[in-house]
């Protein structure tokens, strides 16, 4: 029978970056199991690859601090592009309570250490975008450091440099059961074979809950479907121009290729396994769009090229990290509500450090533990896109 020391179910961005960090820290026979025939086939290969620090909470913005760092060195450090871009994340506010809420935020993310973060006037962001309707806006926020990354390459290079430091890659490998003994976990099930190992990561992103339930738990992690819409080229708005964010209608959007990748949050959207792309989302997207940037009543769109994919939702839009109390050897790495590639080199981090130390000083990870649910003591990330 094969055997590993862990056992990762799940070679998304979330697998690979903890295959990574295990392998780093000497931890070299690392599984990782992976149902689908190629690796990003899950939420990974569906993000807009949105980076940033601007978050309502200091363990979101803590997890950014390590990420976005680890980003821009991501090249020379593993020798695979991040494709970083250090474009900015730039909240537009039309509301008082809008405002106040970024200030309350610009507060903490400063005193927590982030420096490119700044409040602006709002002259100063109709010269950094000069497409916004402008005659409405009382103020924004906008931070450097953040961008966007190609979420597939970090995958890619994570895993590859796992694989350099020992850890194994098996696909078309369907995990169907976690079997348990008296000391705890004792190993995993696919179809062909079973793996005996005293360490099993969940990292089954949107499918976490049945990764779970195959362990005897119960997750509150729940699928929901997310629509992203790319214009054809349009030349209207720079390249260079950050994710901009309209906090009044949700919409945001930031430069694709020669055109806009556009992105709403659909307050009708219902939890579930839904990936098909909805045509009529075109219109309500649009719809939000002209309101703040009007020149894109100019834009096309061919729905063709739009697609959908999952967000993993959690009560509180914290992820899920850590030992699943009572089940010893069960970590988990679940829950990213829609910041699973930002947040992916931090939870590599984390996860490894608690696996192999049971402790992690990036942040303190009772926070994020799985008990909190039980416990009641749930954080609330308000600034979920
Ligand atoms: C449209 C869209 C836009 C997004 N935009 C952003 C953004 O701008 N910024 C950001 O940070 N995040 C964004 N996200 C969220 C982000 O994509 C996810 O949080 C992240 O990809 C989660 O990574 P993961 O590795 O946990 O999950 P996944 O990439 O889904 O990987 C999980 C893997 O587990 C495998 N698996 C499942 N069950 C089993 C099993 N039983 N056995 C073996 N393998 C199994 C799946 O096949 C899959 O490959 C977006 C998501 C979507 C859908």
């Given amino acids: ?193 079973r793996i005996g190992t005293r360490i099993v990561v969940n990292a089954a992103g949107a499918w976490a809950g049945l990764v779970a339930k195959l362990a005897g738990i119960d997750l509150p992690v729940e699928p929901l479907r997310r629509m992203l819409v790319p214009t054809e080229p349009f030349d209207k708005i720079a390249h260079s121009a950050p994710m901009t964010v309209d906090m009044a209608t949700g919409f945001h959007f930031r430069p694709e290729g020669l055109g806009l990748l556009m992105a709403w949050n659909d307050p009708g959207e219902t939890p579930g396994f839904k990936t098909d792309f909805d045509p009529a989302f075109v219109e309500k997207i649009l719809t939000r769009g002209v309101v703040r940037v009007p020149c894109l009543e100019e834009a096309e769109v061919n729905p063709k090229r739009a697609w959908a994919g999952l967000y993993e939702m959690t009560p509180d839009h914290h992820p899920i990290l850590g030992a699943v109390p009572g089940i010893p050897g069960l970590y988990l790495a679940n829950g990213f509500s829609g910041h699973g590639v930002m947040h992916s080199p931090a939870t590599g981090k984390i996860v490894s450090d608690l696996v192999l130390k049971g402790t992690s000083d990036l942040v303190d990870a009772r926070l994020l533990g799985y008990e909190r649910f039980a416990e009641g003591r749930l954080l609330e990330e308000t600034a979920v896109l």
């Fill in 1 to 193: 029978m094969e055997s590993a020391d862990v056992v990762i179910i799940g070679a998304g961005i979330v697998g690979s970056s903890i295959a990574y960090h295990l392998t780093q820290a000497g931890c070299k026979n690392v599984l990782v199991l992976e149902r689908e025939s190629q690796q990003g086939k899950g939420s990974t290969g569906k993000s807009m690859g949105g980076v940033r620090a601007q978050f309502s909470t200091a363990v979101s913005i803590r997890m950014s601090l390590y990420s976005i760092p680890f980003f821009r060195a991501f090249e020379e450090a593993l020798g695979h592009p991040s494709g970083y871009r250090g474009q900015g994340y730039l909240f537009v506010a039309t509301q008082e309570r809008h405002l106040r809420y970024l200030r309350t935020n610009y507060e903490l993310q400063t005193s927590l250490g982030l420096k490119a973060v700044e409040l602006l006037k709002p002259a100063d962001l109709t010269h950094m975008v000069p497409q916004l309707r402008g005659d409405d806006i009382l103020g924004g926020s906008f931070c450097s450091t953040d961008g966007f990354v190609d979420p597939h390459s970090v995958m890619t290079g994570f895993m590859l440099r796992a694989i350099d430091g020992g850890a194994r890659l098996v696909r078309n490998a369907e995990v169907t059961a976690i079997e348990r003994d008296a000391a705890g976990v004792s190993g995993v099930r696919t179809a062909t074979d």
